[in-house]
């Protein structure tokens, strides 16, 4: 056998793997990530909480690109611990406690009787502080999942998925995003920089020396973005006639109004069943009709525009199945999504709930992987 023919395979799985090899669209990770933290959102039970953590960072693992924004998943990670650490200490000083068995005693605070309800220190049962930990956990996985989403699409492509009357408003949100990314970026930059001159990066000192370079960079870039904006007509709008404007007015008002009809027409009983659903669909006819017509005064133009094909529909509905399936389970009031904490009891665990999470680890499979380093990973195997 030939030098030629040992390098054949090799040549051909990498011409494979790098054709098959792409970025998912960004909207697919965002409803894949929202389908986790809607079930989170409908739970307090610590296991199954854990268990959308764990999928959520499998997925990340398996499927996120070698860009310096795709490592931000371990910063979301330690503000959900900082996110459950202030809930369980607000629940110790502030909250009403939950329960008879007694921990420990706060100094207690005599507040006035304007402030009734409300109390500084005194008794701290432990049923409080389980259930704050619950409802920290929850928190905390929310905000893991948005974590998720932001590691494994980039801000700057789920801007071009952004309708065009939305384009202002999404272009605020990503700026917005992208901080996280961005910061964990420059403070690996400025980190790495200060190893190789032998500065010490721990401590006070070392935090401050770090802050500064991370400051300027974030000012610096904030210039070099508004810059950039202003270079690219940003803000400018398409000239619309006097009556295309009105319409577009009258279309978005009349569908807040009839959303609000319809709305308060489900929500409540004696109102005529007429005024309900068929209220609501007018109203979401009526905001799509004004967002279309809003869309044309933005002058937009899409270069290279992300594909929709099957790993995104794949993605998507794993989120979707997994949301529907833990909203739906929440409404039967099927037991052990809500943990127990007076009396304090070890949280059951459902199956279908576990099976509804665990339909979200698929897209570590469906979804193709991303080009770069996972791509070279799979050729060397």
Not at 366 to 378: D, N, S, Y
Request: charged share 15%; hydrophobic share 55%.
């Amino acid at each position: 056998m030939t030098a030629l023919d040992v390098r054949a395979p090799d040549a051909t799985r990498h011409r494979r793997a790098t054709r098959l090899a792409r970025l998912l669209h960004p909207g697919a990770w965002w409803l894949w990530a929202a389908g986790l933290a809607v079930a989170a959102s409908r739970m307090t039970n610590p296991l199954l909480l854990l268990l959308i953590v764990a999928v959520a960072g499998y997925v990340v693992a398996a499927r996120r690109s070698p860009s310096p924004w795709a490592r931000s998943f371990a910063v979301f990670l330690k503000l959900g611990l900082i996110v459950i650490a202030i809930r369980v200490v607000f629940q110790a000083i502030v909250a009403a406690p939950i329960g008879t068995t007694v921990i420990f005693t706060l100094p207690a605070l005599t507040l006035p009787e304007i402030m009734a309800g409300v109390r500084l220190g005194g008794p701290v049962t432990l049923e409080s502080m389980v259930a704050a930990l619950y409802d920290g956990m929850r928190l905390a996985t929310i905000l893991i999942c948005v974590g998720a989403a932001n590691s494994l699409a980039s801000p700057a492509r789920l801007l071009k998925a952004v309708p065009a009357a939305l384009y202002e408003f999404g272009l605020s949100v990503v700026v917005a995003v992208t901080f996280a990314p961005q910061l964990v970026a420059d403070l690996d930059r400025v980190r790495t920089a200060r190893r190789l001159r032998g500065r010490s990066v721990g401590g006070v000192r070392g935090t401050a020396a770090v802050a500064l370079p991370v400051l300027e960079g974030a000012l610096e870039r904030s210039v070099t973005l508004a810059a950039a904006m202003d270079s690219r007509g940003y803000g400018r709008q398409a000239e619309r006639t006097p009556l295309a404007r009105h319409a577009t007015a009258a279309a978005l008002l009349s569908a807040l109004v009839f959303v609000v009809i319809g709305a308060y027409a489900l929500l409540d009983a004696s109102a005529p069943a007429a005024l309900g659903l068929p209220m609501l669909a007018l109203g979401f006819a009526l905001g799509i009709a004004g967002f279309a017509l809003a869309g044309r005064r933005s002058v937009r133009t899409r270069y290279r525009p992300d594909p929709w094909s099957w790993p995104e529909w794949g993605v998507a509905l794993c989120g979707v199945a997994t949301g529907a399936t833990l909203i739906a389970m929440s409404i039967s009031g099927v037991p052990g999504l809500i943990a127990p904490v007076d009396p304090l009891g070890w949280p059951a665990v459902p199956p279908l709930a576990v099976a509804g999470i665990l339909i979200s680890v698929l897209p570590a499979v469906i979804a193709p992987p991303a080009p770069g380093l996972r791509v070279r990973a799979e050729v060397s195997e």
